[in-house]
C-alpha cells in the first residue's frame, strides 16, 4: 500500500467520501481492509470473553464510518486513526452491552493490553474508556496516542503519522499517558 500509485489511488477515494460519495468508503475498505482487520485481531488477540471477531470488529467499523456524512480524511494514517478510534468505540458498546448481560447472568470484558507492558494484565474495556475520558480532559495529545496503541493497536510509527507528529513526541506522550493508565487501572 505504500506505492505512490496506490497512495494516489487511496487520496482520491477518500477525497470522493469526504464529499459525500458514499461508494468510495467500498474502495476505501477494499484497499485498506488487510490493514484494518490486522488492526483488529492484534486487538482482540487477548480477548476470551468478547463475542466480536476481528472481521465483524472491521464490519462494524465499515457501517459506523458510512452512516457519517461529510467527513473529511487527508491520508491513509488518517483514515487509520478514525477507524481506530470508531473500533474503540465499538468495543466500548460491546464492553456496555455484556456488562449488561453480566448483571443477567453473563461475562466480563476485557482487554487484555500487551501494548501497556503488563503482561497478562487484563482491564474492563469500559475502565480504559472512562479513563480515557479522563486523561483527555488533562492531556489530550497523550489520550489520543493512548486510544490509537490500546484500541487501534497501531505502532509508534503509524501514530506518528496519522497525527503529524515526530516519533520521539509520540514515544514520550505514550510513556506519560501508558504509565498513567497502568497507574489508575491498578488501582481499581
Not at 22 to 29: I, Q
Not at 83 to 92: I, K, P, S, T
Not at 147 to 153: A, K, N, Q
Amino acid at each position: 500500500m505504500s506505492t505512490p500509485a496506490a497512495l494516489a489511488s487511496l487520496a482520491a477515494l477518500l477525497e470522493r467520501w469526504s464529499e459525500g460519495d458514499h461508494g468510495a468508503l467500498n474502495g476505501v475498505l477494499a484497499m485498506l481492509y488487510t490493514e484494518l482487520h490486522a488492526i483488529a485481531v492484534r486487538q482482540l488477540r487477548h480477548e476470551h470473553h468478547l463475542t466480536i471477531q476481528p472481521t465483524a470488529l472491521v464490519h462494524e467499523m465499515y457501517l459506523r464510518l458510512s452512516s457519517l456524512s461529510r467527513l473529511r480524511l487527508q491520508d491513509r494514517a488518517h483514515f487509520l486513526s478514525m477507524a481506530a478510534r470508531v473500533m474503540r468505540q465499538a468495543l466500548v458498546d460491546e464492553a456496555r452491552h455484556r456488562r449488561a448481560q453480566k448483571r443477567a447472568g453473563g461475562s466480563a470484558v476485557t482487554l487484555s493490553d500487551t501494548n501497556l507492558g503488563a503482561d497478562g494484565f487484563t482491564c474492563d474495556a469500559l475502565d480504559v474508556d472512562e479513563l480515557l475520558t479522563e486523561l483527555e480532559r488533562f492531556d489530550s495529545l497523550a489520550a489520543e496516542i493512548v486510544t490509537l496503541r490500546v484500541f487501534g493497536g497501531l505502532s509508534i510509527e503509524e501514530v506518528a503519522q496519522a497525527m503529524a507528529v515526530s516519533v520521539a513526541t509520540v514515544n514520550r506522550r505514550w510513556a506519560t499517558g501508558k504509565a498513567w493508565l497502568t497507574w489508575e487501572l491498578q488501582q481499581r
